[in-house]
């Protein structure tokens, strides 16, 4: 099946323009989503049996893979996203305001590196789009799978009002989020970097975790996991008063990381400006994952992502001791069993530790 993918709908999608056929895959996710009987079969095919469930931050994960944030921005197909094996999704970045994104074209495939440049620039349809969403979908604790919320800035707030712009998008949010993304790392939005440093990330940490907990005082519940996710292009210093902020305040955890804007080497061909994620990525990413796992002793649990596209590469990054990875451009390269088909593998691979 995977090679079916591969060889033949690969060479029809990839002739559509890239976002087109990004469109055409989430319409598609969409309408199968209304057929709950045909998900249930999709559910019961892409099955992993015997897979290692994960405990973390209080959530239970049937299994460590998910669905990298990107992918559905306003949670319009998570139902059938979550028939094809994944173990958790994450949905966004969704930002306060709806915006339309950067101009067209903003998304570029370079099979030759199996990577793709992105400069979305956070389009989507706004967190009170993304609640009315949320209110028809299964409640967080009933959930075959969980879902995370990836929140961002919008871009028309400056920098300097971006603390109450993230803190409306978490209130809206909070009771359908099983935990929360705090995305500050992505290059498409100007300015939106600069909040993983300097003064802006523990007062922007230091509100959300001060809502946080008056939202589940109020509700009688344990306080909603939140992780930062963080960019590739840190030094390690950066790295460093990046995890001690997060100590400090509290949160339950890092992803690592989003796309970089380096472009090194046999990557200088790529002349498109934007995040460039997939294999190029990886290397990178595992290092980053590595670095932080060594330096917080492993006491900071770790989402990686990044150039995420086999058993291979999965076992590398969980290796470098990350506990739930996730990925996006290998599901554009590989097709729509990678989650399922990395799930099996890590079955085979925890197997054999015992
Ligand atoms: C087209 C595209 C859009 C993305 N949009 C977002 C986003 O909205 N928010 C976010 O946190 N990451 C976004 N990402 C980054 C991915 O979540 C992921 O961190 C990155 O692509 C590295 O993983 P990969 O190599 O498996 O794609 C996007 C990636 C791509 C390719």
């Keep these: 099946m995977p090679q079916l993918y591969t060889s033949l709908l690969?060479?029809?999608?990839?002739a559509q323009e890239a976002e087109k056929m990004h469109e055409y895959a989430l319409i598609t996710l969409r309408l199968l989503g209304y057929f709950k009987p045909v998900c249930r079969v999709m559910e019961k095919f892409n099955q992993v049996h015997g897979a290692n469930p994960i405990k973390l931050f209080g959530i239970n994960f049937p299994n460590m893979v998910g669905l990298a944030a990107g992918f559905d921005k306003n949670g319009e197909s998570m139902r059938s996203l979550g028939a094809l094996g994944f173990g958790h999704?994450?949905?966004g970045?969704?930002?306060?305001?709806?915006?339309?994104?950067?101009?067209?074209?903003?998304?570029?495939?370079?099979p030759e590196h199996e990577a793709i440049v992105n400069r979305m620039g956070f389009n989507n349809e706004g967190a009170e789009?993304?609640?009315?969403?949320?209110?028809?979908?299964?409640?967080?604790?009933?959930?075959?799978?969980?879902?995370?919320?990836?929140?961002?800035k919008t871009k028309k707030v400056p920098i300097e009002e971006a603390v109450d712009d993230y803190t409306e998008s978490f209130n809206l949010l909070a009771d359908y989020a099983d935990y929360f993304?705090?995305?500050v790392s992505s290059p498409n939005t100007p300015d939106l970097r600069k909040l993983q440093t300097g003064s802006y990330l523990p007062?922007?940490?230091?509100?959300?975790?001060?809502?946080?907990?008056?939202?589940?005082?109020k509700m009688g519940t344990a306080p909603i996991p939140i992780l930062l996710k963080i960019a590739p292009d840190l030094t390690f210093r950066e790295i460093d008063n990046i995890v001690q902020t997060l100590i400090e305040n509290r949160l339950d955890g890092i992803i690592a990381t989003n796309t970089t804007i380096q472009r090194e080497g046999a990557l200088a061909n790529i002349t498109e400006t934007g995040g460039l994620s997939g294999t190029p990525l990886?290397?990178?990413?595992?290092?980053?994952?590595?670095?932080?796992?060594?330096?917080?002793?492993?006491?900071l649990p770790i989402i990686g992502v990044g150039g995420i596209s086999d058993e291979v590469t999965a076992g590398r990054t969980i290796d470098a001791g990350a506990s739930l990875i996730q990925f996006y451009t290998g599901m554009v390269y590989k097709g729509p069993f990678l989650a399922r088909n990395i799930a099996r593998s890590q079955v085979w691979r925890h197997s054999d530790w015992v």
């Excluded at 690969?10 to 990839?14: G, I, S, V």
């Excluded at 915006?99 to 903003?106: E, F, K, L, Y």
């Design 10 to 14: 690969r060479k029809l999608l990839f």
């Design 89 to 91: 999704l994450e949905i």
């Design 93 to 110: 970045t969704v930002t306060r305001h709806k915006q339309p994104g950067n101009v067209r074209p903003r998304l570029f495939r370079y």
């Design 129 to 152: 789009a993304l609640v009315e969403k949320l209110t028809k979908y299964t409640p967080p604790g009933k959930r075959r799978i969980p879902v995370g919320i990836n929140i961002g």
């Design 181 to 183: 993304a705090i995305n």
């Design 203 to 217: 007062q922007l940490l230091g509100a959300l975790t001060k809502i946080n907990t008056e939202h589940a005082q």
């Design 282 to 299: 990886h290397a990178r990413s595992v290092e980053i994952i590595k670095y932080i796992y060594r330096s917080t002793e492993g006491k």
